[in-house]
């Protein structure tokens, strides 16, 4: 397929499956009608890379519905001057939204394969602000904390201690919680506590802990 037909469906599914459903951040809006979604999809699964729908991309990970992924990057509500850390590269889509929107991004993925082509994907679109870690997300990023912003894509059974230590105070987090039922929870964090508000059921990988 050419790249102007996948432009072509990339507005389509931006009008009617991210605008439609009233996600509304104009920038965020616009990063999605700009980034090549089918760049980061397994060759044999191209021609859905639009589609209204998460999609397989190796080592029985998925690459999430592009609605969820618009809706948890509307959420963080950013300006372009965070520091973000995000968990569970993946095929790398979700990072380059945030590279788009945010200053810098900390992205740290698990499995050796998907972090190696999110890397090579994202330096051939020529991405100079994402730092790579591989290793377990559970831990954060201790070396690059405080972050403004904390994006997960992949659901602890409980919201992990060291993520919400890692967050600067008036710091955002938006992570999947649970094991079976799964809920996309939304933590901001105050001097000496923390709101935290439950936005959606979901349904994401586990993120998979190491001890
Ligand atoms: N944001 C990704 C979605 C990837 S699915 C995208 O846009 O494609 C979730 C990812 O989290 C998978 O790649 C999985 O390997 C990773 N993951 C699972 N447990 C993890 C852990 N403990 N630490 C880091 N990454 C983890």
Redesign the pocket.
């Known amino acids: 397929m050419k790249e102007d037909n996948f432009r072509e469906k990339r507005i389509k599914m931006v009008d009617s499956q991210i605008r439609a459903k009233g996600v509304v951040g104009s920038k965020v809006l616009k990063v999605m009608e700009k980034i090549p979604r089918h760049r980061?999809i397994p060759e044999n699964t191209k021609a859905h890379a639009y589609a209204d729908e998460p999609l397989p991309?190796g080592?029985g990970?998925?690459?999430?519905q592009p609605y969820i992924?618009a809706y948890m990057t509307d959420a963080l509500n950013l300006d372009g001057s965070e520091k973000i850390l995000?968990?569970?590269?993946?095929?790398?889509?979700?990072?380059a939204i945030l590279a788009e929107i945010g200053r810098e991004i900390y992205t740290?993925?698990?499995?050796e394969l998907?972090a190696t082509r999110a890397k090579k994907v994202l330096s051939e679109l020529s991405y100079t602000n994402i730092q790579f870690k591989l290793?377990?997300?559970?831990e954060g990023w201790d070396e690059h904390a405080l972050y403004d912003a904390i994006l997960v894509?992949?659901a602890p059974p409980k919201i992990p201690d060291k993520l919400v230590e890692q967050l600067k105070i008036g710091g955002r987090m938006i992570l999947p919680v649970g094991v079976t039922f799964q809920e996309l929870v939304y933590i901001e964090k105050l001097k000496n506590k923390f709101r935290k508000k439950k936005l959606l059921p979901v349904r994401?990988?586990?993120?998979?802990?190491?001890d």
């Open positions: 980061f991309i080592k990970q998925t690459i999430s992924v995000e968990i569970g590269t993946g095929s790398g889509y979700q990072t740290v993925e698990v499995i998907l290793g377990d997300g559970n894509t992949a994401f990988v586990p993120l998979v802990s190491m």
